[in-house]
């Protein structure tokens, strides 16, 4: 245990998403140790990311305007809607390059254990997109794990009485996995063999 800010530091690191007590340490020495000009511009990149960048009002993805890029587009078809987790989600499904609708990122994944339900996840916003009628095809795409497989096994119960399109990448995913971790080739070949539920 070290003095005053240093141990804020460590702290503050050690709540950061997969970095253990012993990680935020190191990182914490590495920045004292390191050239001001270099730590200052960290700083300026997490101000700045946190000034600037906000959550797409339509689907939830990162953005620097109300909408994201991708809801912006007009060239992006308008009548199939891809369901993901998260906005890394959104970036693993664009390098595959095979899908050229739109997204809803949830913000997560339905998980009894941690108390995520889904009111909790961008659930409601999800069904108000799709109560408008312009919606003709919803793909599943959340992570192949027990959580993401839960969620998309609710949200097809959830949609089905709207007599849309839905359907679930297909397997060859790496079952319980994070689909970011697929491949780009994997994740194309999951998504045009995608099937219905
Ligand atoms: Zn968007």
Do not use: W
């Amino acid at each position: 245990m070290y003095e005053g800010i240093v141990q804020d530091l460590i702290d503050e690191f050690g709540r950061l998403p997969g970095i253990g007590p012993k990680g935020a340490q190191r990182i914490a020495f590495y920045i004292l140790a390191a050239d001001p000009v270099e730590v200052l511009r960290l700083a300026d990149a997490l101000r700045e990311v946190k000034e600037r960048v906000r959550f797409c009002v339509a689907c939830g993805n990162v953005a620097e305007e109300t909408e994201c890029r991708i809801c912006r587009d007009p060239r992006r078809d308008a009548t199939v809607l891809c369901v993901v987790e998260e906005p890394k989600d959104v970036v693993a499904i664009e390098r595959t390059r095979e899908f050229r609708g739109r997204y809803h990122v949830l913000g997560g994944a339905i998980s009894p254990i941690d108390g995520v339900g889904p009111d909790d996840l961008r659930v409601r916003e999800l069904m108000a997109r799709l109560a408008d009628g312009a919606i003709a095809e919803v793909i599943l795409a959340t992570d192949p794990n027990l959580e993401g497989e839960a969620t998309a096994t609710y949200l097809a119960r959830l949609i089905a009485p709207l007599g849309l399109a839905v359907s679930r990448l297909a397997s060859g995913l790496p079952v319980g996995g994070d689909l970011e971790y697929a491949d780009e080739i994997t994740l194309g070949r999951a998504f045009e063999g995608r099937r219905r539920l």
